[in-house]
């Protein structure tokens, strides 16, 4: 049985973030931050805040290169 690391689950987060539209994603990301408990940072919620913070930014940064297909390499 393979147990998944951090790095290897960020791929599900980016596809679940995406998969649930959440409307103006990145100002409510924000917002969650900005708000929350600093004491929390390193408790499960943090790491759930953390976690969507991490691939709203990377969905922010992608662009059509990253959807094209590498046929013929």
């Known amino acids: 049985m393979h147990i ?3 790095d290897e689950f960020m791929d599900v987060w980016v596809y679940v973030v995406l998969k649930a ?3 103006n994603l990145a100002s ?3 917002l969650l931050k900005r708000y929350s408990n600093p004491g929390l940072a390193f408790s499960e919620a943090g790491y759930y805040l953390a976690s969507v913070e991490f691939a709203t930014q990377y969905i922010l940064r992608m662009n059509e290169q990253d959807f094209t297909s590498n046929e013929g390499k």
């Open 4 to 6: 998944f690391s951090t």
């Open 28 to 30: 409510s990301v924000a």
């Open 21 to 23: 539209a959440i409307p």
